[in-house]
């Protein structure tokens, strides 16, 4: 047998009350895509970690081209040719996008930067990637998807043999996403390997030529061609079947109880004339498009964004807020998409994290945090929500992106917001973890809270939401029932360039 680019074979690696891997083994031929899929905490980033030289293994074996190689640092792992894209961003906002693509790389006339070549140079990168950027941008003025997108420039600048992705398409639009897959089309042509994390079940067809699934830090095996069918994908991954296709039924709360009632909301730079009722018990879906205004209402509503004009009710009262603490104080809890930076303290314990929005509950006479009230809260919460943790103490920072989330959830669990909005609830979660999600939101509208729910995956609009709200250009488009709804009629209000209501339920 031909030697494989990059081999694996019985790799295992434990930190301190977790094991994380467990004998773990796979193959990558050049030019070969490989998807590797897993609940949080089943191994995927530990294991591309120790290939990319930031963790080193417990025990185990890896080659390159049938040779035995070691992996102390990231910089062999470079010069090896292998390269990672994180999930989370690594960039310089103050630098411009050339200066972060060859940071540390940058060419020189004598002593001094060569910046005229150090951008000409960028931009031939990019325009060969066919990435639309300006190499001379700042990159802290670039949206969220298009720092994603100097990431993986950033990549390739290395002439990567062995590539891997870390849920490289989380934050991009479609378009995008599109721009991505040509990417690796043309880059498995050239024979560079690849190793794909990906959390979208969707996206295993178009790219995959194996699909490897881990479970509980093990390797639970390989699908090729035809074998590679999300529901037995699903199943290896969580050990259980998943209905992925149920739909709530309508609210079963008063469609005259009116929870929040947002009228003529209006921004100075987007939205224009947002109107909605969201119901007690109901979960309301918001669809669109990047850029079309779902979680600027999110953050206006709350008071993180200023409004111009615009009247917000919470049961049929109007209220005054100019400042998140006014939306905490009216019973409105929002969990940011950017939960690293606007949901958790990550040098913190779980247990801080989860009290952090209710510390007065917590609080004695002289300020001294109860610990044991706030410990048994946080267990409670760890067990309903599924939180991987090997202890309360753990800091957040240690946890994977799913279980981070569940903490931010469990935040706003426990202060008992009566609204809470979700900005894009599952992004960087596994199936597994999305259904223990969707359950708990449905448990939630059910005992009577009202719940916003703003996604860019259309599915989890659809088997979470019992209205759908579709926005446009900051304006409303459309209000859809669940029953009523679909992709494609979804699709048909998020493209419309000017608001109509017509089809408002």
Not at 27 to 32: D, I, K, P, Q, V
Not at 148 to 165: C, G, H, T
Not at 320 to 342: N, T
Not at 362 to 385: H, M, N, S
Request: proline fraction near 3%; charged fraction near 25%.
């Amino acid at each position: 047998m031909t030697a494989a680019l990059l081999e694996v074979e019985g790799i295992s690696k434990s930190f301190p009350g977790v094991r994380a891997l467990h004998k773990v083994q796979f193959r990558l031929s050049a030019g070969e895509v490989i998807v590797l899929v897993g609940e949080n905490g089943a191994g995927k980033s530990t294991l591309m970690k120790i290939l990319s030289g930031i963790y080193q293994r417990d025990e185990g074996t890896i080659r390159m081209d049938g040779n035995d190689v070691e992996i102390p640092g990231p910089a062999v792992a470079q010069e090896l040719g292998i390269c990672i894209i994180h999930q989370e961003m690594n960039l310089m906002p103050d630098l411009t996008v050339a200066q972060n693509i060859y940071i540390g790389r940058e060419p020189r006339r004598g002593i001094m930067l060569d910046e005229r070549r150090l951008n000409e140079n960028a931009q031939q990168l990019l325009d060969d990637l066919g990435i639309a950027l300006n190499a001379r941008d700042l990159v802290g003025d670039l949206t969220v998807a298009k720092q994603q997108m100097v990431e993986i420039a950033k990549a390739l600048s290395f002439n990567s043999r062995v590539l891997i992705m870390d849920e490289p398409t989380s934050a991009l639009t479609d378009a995008e996403v599109e721009t991505l897959f040509g990417l690796i089309d043309s880059l498995r042509e050239r024979g560079t390997g690849i190793v794909y994390i990906s959390h979208r079940m969707e996206e295993l067809k178009r790219l995959a030529d194996r699909v490897t699934v881990l479970r509980d830090g093990e390797h639970i095996g390989d699908l090729e061609g035809d074998e590679i069918h999300v529901p037995t994908i699903i199943e290896m991954m969580v050990g259980r079947q998943v209905d992925s296709s149920a739909r709530p039924t309508a609210s079963a709360h008063s469609a005259d109880d009116i929870v929040l009632r947002v009228t003529g909301l209006s921004t100075r730079t987007l939205l224009r004339d947002v109107s909605f009722d969201l119901r007690r018990g109901e979960i309301l879906g918001f669809a669109g498009l990047m850029g079309a205004g779902r979680t600027e209402t999110a953050r206006a509503i709350i008071g993180a964004d200023p409004r111009t004009s615009g009247k917000i009710e919470v049961n049929g009262a109007p209220v005054a807020i100019r400042q998140p603490s006014d939306g905490v104080r009216h019973g409105i809890g929002y969990l940011s998409e950017d939960r690293k930076q606007f949901g958790l303290m990550l040098e913190q314990s779980v247990t801080f994290n989860t009290i952090l929005a209710s510390l007065p509950d917590f609080t004695g006479p002289i300020g001294v945090v109860q610990e044991g009230k706030a410990r048994e809260v946080t267990t409670k919460y760890v067990d309903d929500l599924g939180t991987k943790t090997p202890s309360t103490e753990q800091f957040v920072k240690l946890l994977s992106g799913g279980n981070q989330q569940k903490v931010v959830i469990a935040k706003w669990l426990t202060r008992d917001c009566e609204i809470l909005i979700f900005d894009e609830p599952t992004r960087g979660i596994d199936v597994g973890a999305k259904e223990e999600i969707y359950r708990l939101l449905h448990e939630l509208a059910e005992a009577g809270k009202s719940i916003i729910v703003i996604s860019s995956e259309l599915p989890e609009i659809l088997r979470l939401a019992h209205r759908i709200v579709v926005m446009a250009n900051g304006r409303v488009t459309g209000t859809l029932a669940n029953e009523e709804a679909s992709q494609e009629k979804i699709m048909e209000y998020a493209t419309h360039a000017i608001a109509d209501t017509k089809g408002a339920a």
